[in-house]
């Protein structure tokens, strides 16, 4: 089991991908209704990182997570946006229930 701290860190790169995947598809996005949209769950996204940073320190992307970034917006163009954006709700449900059980376990404080 990862300790505390790393888990911090997971959740904070994790958070800055998900700011920047929802960036870089707020820049692709013709639409200006949609376009505004993504780039407040990136501007979200990136008020979780900053939540996550205090707590595990700064962290970057690394260059895999630079390829996995790429490799998405790939699969955007390629599978489109409706599935894009269903596979980025699915994880975010996924790293809630992590977030659940972190609290539950005592080792984050509520407020």
Known sequence: ???TDEQFRK???DELFDSALYRELAKREKD???RAAIEELSREEYGHYLFWSRLSGPVSLSALDRLRLR????SGRVLGKVFTVKLL???EK???GEYRHLLSSGN???D
């Open 1 to 3: 089991m990862a300790s």
């Open 89 to 91: 709700e699915r994880h």
């Open 108 to 110: 984050l404080a509520p």
């Open 32 to 34: 200006p209704r949609n």
């Open 94 to 96: 996924s790293v809630i």
């Open 11 to 13: 959740y904070a790169l």
């Open 71 to 74: 490799l998405a917006l790939l």
